[in-house]
């Protein structure tokens, strides 16, 4: 690709098999959007107006996972024309909520769900960006926050590398003062495996949270299982925790392999 | 705070607003107990009437539920999963921002928080003991810490006896309670009928008078001590001394900490309810209009991934070596650093665990035999 001439940063904005929540974060940042749209070149963003797919661009912005043969090829594409490219979400992080399929028979649902199934072109398995690409950074989530998007967004404004929090949720509910919810309600929570990004969002409001930002680093799920043995889960409600929004992360795929492995002796 | 019998008054149950009354009529906000998404949280107290009756709390490892104190005593409780510490060391908050002025010329510019004058009511001999071991830390020598030396100065305690320990506290074997000896303003041993209370400071003092309450009687102030002497000899834990660096240091390589790493989630939950855990993470956070930055300070915790990183490589990659961080620097090294351990016996890291991992047990195994 040629070097941009422009001393404004190209921006791109992608999206694959997802439900646009993603985008929605770029979206829902207001006057923030503003100040952002003087410091770039938005040059593809279909959700806000610009269309310009195969242009080249300085970042661009994945959102949604591979799931069509489509996708498969288009993702090359836009590889090719981005000299930095980001995984935005669940669905381009891990393949997303879709991923459940790659655990079951994809074909048998299409033909149960379709009156013509033959006109769905689907792949067999949900992937993320980085098992077909080099994905330059992910930001987890489902959806991302605004304010992690922003924070990327500046990092490479200021020609540094954008910071990666693969801490756990609960040192952002701590910090904010909200009591344990294991501990005060006995209610399975994921923070403790699960990644920091969204401000402890779902504790804050009293409820667990349900692991969508994905696994943290040095996620302990055979303790966090164990844990939810205790208070009360049976072994198949402990696997449908760690197979929800991530089920393709490898570390909760894992935790609930063994899991299922475990509830077969 | 039975070292001056002559001093104690006696506060009539009735009369207990009249001192949150008095210290609102000071200017403080009132801080108390208060029952906040099941567990037992200080918040600020509207009236002087609004302090609640009968909160109690059940403790085990891993577990924590509000129950109510059948005689409907105010400070049946033991404690809640935070101490005084995040009025004093905030968890989040801006130490200076940089603004490039029209010249564009970057200037620099110390952020100095709101402080507001707090009175916490129901304060803890070991949430005291955690405070003075904060004040060493923030407050040393040629290393005073402004937002935290603001905060601190402001702050009045009113320190109360635990008379209802929960099974998770051990305050008696690291020698911080139950009962309050230092670091109050003003102390309360809550009886049946009131409260034999005592002034630790000069502001205390003026309180106290000010209330123009009644000498409290010999009887009150012994059925007092005897309260805090019984609450003592109700704890069920205990550490196995009150130095143990080198049992520890000299077990280094011990079999344990791999079992406890592998129920250990490493999600800090420990470190942030400890009233001594004073570790912090320090990041700019730069406007998207590229003008201003701000230098925030968040708590952190050895537990997580960053905090053991250095240039190029992690000193602490895996929980194992997390976990032998944190009890390690907390009852050995704390020693050199401060002159005794950095646990005050609260319980706070037993009770608030998700997984129960129990303080107590670990080192009675790993201390198993005693120095070598």
């Not at chain 1, 974060?25 to 040059?43: H, I, K, P, S």
């Not at chain 2, 509207?46 to 105010?74: I, M, V």
């Amino acid at each position: 690709m040629n070097a941009p001439t422009a001393c404004k940063p190209r921006v791109a904005v992608h999206k694959f098999s997802s439900c646009d929540g993603c985008q929605l974060a770029f979206l829902n940042l207001g006057e923030a959007l503003l100040t952002l749209a003087e410091r770039v070149d938005l040059v593809h963003f279909a959700e806000a107006g610009p269309l310009d797919p195969d242009t080249d661009a300085d970042v661009a912005f994945v959102e949604g996972s591979i799931s069509t043969p489509d996708d498969l090829e288009r993702i090359r594409r836009i590889r090719k024309h981005s000299r930095m490219l980001i995984a935005i979400g669940a669905c381009a992080t891990s393949g997303g909520i879709q991923g459940l399929r790659n655990q079951a028979n994809g074909a048998e649902w299409v033909a149960q769900i379709y009156s013509h199934p033959e006109a769905i072109a689907s792949l067999e398995r949900s992937t993320p960006i980085s098992s077909h690409v080099k994905v330059d950074f992910e930001l987890w989530g489902c959806p991302v926050s605004g304010p992690q998007m922003l924070a990327v967004v500046n990092a490479l404004l200021l020609g540094v590398a954008p910071r990666d929090n693969a801490d756990k949720v609960c040192t952002e509910c701590k910090r904010q003062g909200y009591p344990c919810v294991m501990v005060s309600r006995g209610i399975a929570c994921m923070g403790p495996v699960t990644r920091a990004g969204c401000n402890a969002l779902c504790p804050s409001l009293g409820r667990d949270c349900y692991g969508c930002y994905g696994p943290a680093e040095n996620a302990n799920t055979d303790a966090l299982a164990a844990q939810f043995g205790h208070l009360g889960l049976t072994p198949a409600a402990v696997v449908r925790r760690f197979q929800s929004i991530n089920s393709q992360a490898p570390v909760f795929l894992a935790a609930a392999d063994k899991l299922r492995a475990g509830s077969h002796d | 705070m039975f070292s001056r019998p002559d001093h104690a008054g006696f506060l009539p149950l009735a009369q207990l607003p009249s001192l949150i009354a008095e210290l609102m009529a000071l200017g403080y906000q009132c801080l108390g107990p208060t029952r906040e998404n099941g567990a037992i949280v200080m918040r600020e107290l509207e009236s002087p009437n609004d302090l609640p009756r009968g909160l109690q709390a059940e403790q085990a490892p891993g577990r924590y539920r509000l129950t109510s104190d059948p005689h409907k005593r105010y400070f049946a409780w033991a404690n809640g999963p935070q101490a005084i510490k995040p009025q004093t060391f905030a968890p989040q908050e801006s130490l200076w921002r940089v603004e490039r002025d029209a010249a564009g010329h970057l200037q620099f510019a110390a952020v100095q928080p709101a402080v507001t004058r707090q009175a916490i009511i129901g304060v803890r001999a070991c949430d005291l003991a955690a405070l003075a071991l904060q004040d060493a830390h923030f407050l040393r020598e040629g290393r005073r810490d402004p937002q935290y030396a603001q905060r601190r100065d402001q702050l009045f305690l009113v320190a109360v006896q635990c008379a209802e320990p929960a099974a998770t506290c051990f305050c008696a074997s690291t020698g911080d309670g139950p009962t309050p000896t230092a670091g109050y303003d003003l102390a309360l041993a809550e009886l049946a009928d009131g409260f034999v209370t005592v002034a630790g400071s000069d502001r205390g003092e003026a309180v106290l008078n000010g209330l123009k309450l009644a000498p409290a009687t010999a009887q009150q102030i012994e059925a007092a001590r005897q309260q805090g002497q019984a609450a003592a000899a109700a704890q069920t834990r205990s550490l196995p001394g009150r130095h143990l660096r080198d049992s520890l240091m000299s077990r280094l390589e011990h079999p344990r900490w791999d079992a406890v790493a592998a129920r250990c989630l490493a999600c800090g939950n420990c470190t942030a309810v400890c009233p001594t855990c004073f570790c912090h993470a320090e990041a700019d956070i730069p406007a998207l209009d590229g003008g201003r930055s701000e230098h925030v300070r968040s708590w952190d915790s050895c537990f997580g991934e960053a905090h053991g990183h250095l240039h190029g490589f992690n000193v602490r990659a895996d929980i194992r070596s997390r976990y032998r961080q944190w009890l390690t620097h907390k009852l050995a090294t704390w020693h050199d650093q401060f002159g005794r351990s950095g646990c005050v016996g609260c319980g706070r890291c037993i009770a608030w665990c998700p997984v129960g991992i129990d303080l107590t047990e670990e080192v009675a195994v790993l201390t198993e035999g005693g120095q070598p």
